[in-house]
């Protein structure tokens, strides 16, 4: 189950079973607590296994903050950045789960990429390099965050990603946190080069614009 409906469900229980508690002193019939109960586990089992957790992650993207939000632009347009620099074809982005849904793409939204050139790349000595290009894309967002708030809270996602793709291309699995490090470092070097044009693509996507007059952005101040 994800850690969103996880998340849900504790809160959920959490609150009911304070009502309970506090019931007899509020006057509260203990059916309520009950009935909450149910609905809530019921909801968050029905979302998780039916949807994917989508329903789950709508409600919060609705309660999420400005600051959050911000966050999240300042995220993925370090993925968009870096992703240009290491000439990742971009296919297009989202900044919300509202606007994943709409796409049909999975989460609170994030940068779309071809990884479809993995699968492309039949020259043996190549597909490293292509490896190492796509694990700092992945990390590009925690090092956007870490870079702009000095800390990051998403990126958990993110750091699956390069770990699927350093096992998909064979890469031991004691290799994910040097690589994860490495590609961190990377990403890092990058955006503070670039860091005009990582100012003013973030202005650009947060005005939602399309992804070709992103590129212009970055092109025109780098």
């Known amino acids: ?20 508690l506090l019931g007899p002193l509020l006057n509260i019939s203990p059916v309520f607590p009950a009935i909450t109960t149910f609905g809530v586990l019921g909801l968050a089992t ?20 400005s600051k959050q939000r911000d966050r999240v632009l300042h995220h993925e347009a370090g993925h968009f950045l870096v992703a240009y620099f290491l000439s990742i074809p971009i296919m297009g982005y989202t900044l919300s789960a509202w606007e994943a849904f709409k796409q049909k793409q999975p989460g609170m939204g994030g940068v779309i990429v071809d990884t479809a050139l993995l699968e492309k790349t039949l020259d043996v000595k190549e597909t490293p390099l292509l490896v190492e290009r796509f694990c700092t894309v992945w990390m590009a967002g925690i090092a956007a965050e870490t870079l702009v708030y000095g800390d990051t809270e998403g990126g958990e996602s993110d750091r699956q990603k390069l770990r699927e793709i350093l096992h998909y291309t064979g890469f031991p699995r004691s290799a994910a946190t040097q690589k994860e490090r490495w590609a961190f470092l990377q990403a890092q070097s990058i955006l503070e080069k670039h860091r005009e044009a990582y100012q003013a693509l973030v202005e650009a996507m947060g005005r939602r614009e399309s992804v070709e007059a992103c590129l212009q952005v970055i092109q025109k101040h780098s």
Do not use: E, P, Y
Not at 5 to 17: D, E, H, S
Not at 51 to 59: A, I, M
């Open 1 to 20: 189950m994800q850690q969103t409906a996880l998340n849900i469900i504790a809160i959920g229980i959490f609150t009911v079973t304070l009502s309970s």
């Open 46 to 65: 029905l979302d998780n296994f039916t949807w994917g957790g989508k329903g789950t992650t709508l409600v919060l993207d609705l309660f999420s903050s």
